[in-house]
């Protein structure tokens, strides 16, 4: 198995909320760490990750619903 097959199953075992709860960890690590010894690319840095790892969730779990919506509507049929 290669590196990406693995990282494409260990997401789909993980649950919507699992996944929210170590976004959020991470993001408050980051924020640990820059608090710790502030500076303009620390701050950066967490702002840049906190963003794009919490947009990037909220559009996974999106694209996971629509394919739910759209298997209940095409079994309904």
């Known amino acids: 198995m290669d590196f990406i097959a693995i990282v494409r199953l260990a997401l789909s075992i993980l649950t919507e909320r699992l996944m929210v709860f170590i976004a959020l960890s991470m993001v408050f690590a980051l924020a640990c760490w820059t608090m710790y010894l502030p500076g303009t690319t620390r701050l950066e840095t967490t702002a840049l990750f906190a963003l794009f790892s919490l ?19 095409s079994a309904g049929s």
């Open 55 to 73: 947009v990037l969730l909220r559009k996974r779990v999106q694209n996971e619903r629509e394919t739910k919506t759209e298997l209940s509507q």
